[in-house]
């Protein structure tokens, strides 16, 4: 079955919208035509030499990745280090490459929350709830035409709070224009000023609908110049943001615990500090996540999980809260488990391979 890879990367910006990535990442359709069809996808962790080979091997072209395989800015490409020769490659073999990051991270059912899941946490929330991400849309129309224009905005996204849908507020009043001369009123003459009895239509919006709900509005008015505000607003997006918190069924013995989390995930060795009392409440962050610490400590979590700690880090948290490192891939890499489950929903009949290299460049010695 061909794909166009445009739906497929629509399904997963549909699921982890890119404005959801940190302004460092570079996540998105890296390589590639969003026009081109493929009949297979290889889906992997980090994207090496030999990811590409086994996507020409398998015929795949498109490969999905969590990490993206060009982070830092690219001024030539010779070939001259691995994320060049990658891209000459995919190019040559007309493989494309997609990466969902750091935005894959700070969705619901994203890579914090599934971690959460699979070390047994329950009542899971954002541990950093987003901020600075919504917006109150307001705009004004005829009385006959509000259910329409109304309807079309939720279509579009608008009007979601919480596990409610379709929000609105709307107020009566009236609306005066005068058209100028390279115009054609909807109502009214030009030239002339005009009173319109019209709703005031509230409504909230996210950043990743925010276009589209302007573009809807610009549709379906009636008038020719439409009036709409935009602001910004302060509150916290509860299902998006950075890490998660949950809660175990009862407190545990903080090494028993940490025995689970070996078991659950492809850890071989857990690194902490003084597991110095029962654990309750947990809170974890996928990859490199230390910057949350204080987010965990505030929280008043007993235990944080996460990778790539320093030493002082460690040392910092005395006594304040138990710090595990289980390390950076071992705390992502059912990032192709959420990718699979994604496209497979929406493309059941469609080829999706799981890749068979480990690419984890971290490498233990267990005598």
Known sequence: MNIKIG????????????????????????????????????????????????????????????????????????????????VVKAIKNDIALYAAHTN????????????????????IKILVPREKNLYKIVTFVPHNH??????????????????????????????????????????GTKG???????????????????????????????????????????????????????????????????????KNLPVKLIRHNKLFKQVKTVAVCGGAGASLIADAIAAKTDLFLTGDCKYHQFLDCENKIILADIGHYESECFAVEIFYNIINKKFPTFALYLSHGISNPVQYFIK
């Open 104 to 123: 894959l991270d700070s969705v619901w059912n994203g890579i914090n929350t599934v971690l959460g899941e699979k070390l047994g946490l329950s009542d």
């Open 146 to 187: 509000a259910e329409n224009l109304r309807r079309r905005m939720f279509e579009a996204g608008a009007g979601h709070i919480g596990n409610y849908d379709s929000c609105s507020y709307n107020l009566e009043g009236k609306g005066t224009f005068r058209g100028g001369e390279n115009t054609s009123p909807f109502v």
């Open 7 to 86: 739906d497929i990367v629509a399904e997963l910006e549909k699921f982890a919208p890119l404005c959801f990535q940190e302004s460092y990442d570079n996540a998105g359709l890296i390589v590639g035509d969003a026009e081109m069809s493929v009949n297979a996808a290889l889906l992997c962790f980090d994207v090496t030499e030999k990811i590409v080979d086994e996507a020409i091997e398998r015929r795949a072209g498109l490969v999905i990745s969590h990490h993206p395989p060009i982070f830092g800015g690219i001024k030539k490409i010779n070939g001259k280090n691995a994320s060049e020769r990658i």
């Open 192 to 262: 002339t000023l005009h009173s319109e009895p019209e709703i005031r239509i509230e409504t909230v919006a996210t950043k990743e609908c925010l276009n589209q709900v302007i573009a809807a509005i610009l549709q379906a008015h009636p008038y020719e110049e439409p009036a709409y505000d935009v602001y910004p607003l302060e509150n916290k997006r509860a299902n998006v943001g950075a890490g998660a918190v949950g809660t175990l069924p009862q407190a545990v013995d903080a090494a028993d615990f940490l025995a689970t989390v070996k």
